[in-house]
């Protein structure tokens, strides 16, 4: 029925999204965060050394995208952060060092990109919710 569909077609734009860049419109409800949630774990299994940054334009729905990516698959338990222009610059730093995988606004990514010891060329997968 239904379900077998939607898991279909979301299977079918994980597949897609893997391989090259792809812009995801459904309505809400449809899946987007799940399929979101399931590249950015394959480019980090792919990657292990690689940072993964999903953005959303505003800090709840930064914190809000955070729990339901975890509720779907299992990012390594301490490299998961959510880093918002509470944290210092040079705190953010330590972050980008240590984590993996980041949930951000694109004014915290943006300022981020300005600082020489962001480490940019080890971004491997990049998510832009609400573009």
Known sequence: GREKEKREYQFEMVKKALRKNLLVSLPTGLGKTYIAAVVMYNFLRWYPEGKVVFMAPSRPLVSQQLSACLRIVPFPPGRC????????????????KRASVFFTTPHVLANDLEHPDFPAENIVCLVVDEA
């Open 81 to 96: 952060l959510c880093l918002t222009g509470e944290d210092s610059p040079s705190e953010r730093m330590e972050d980008w």
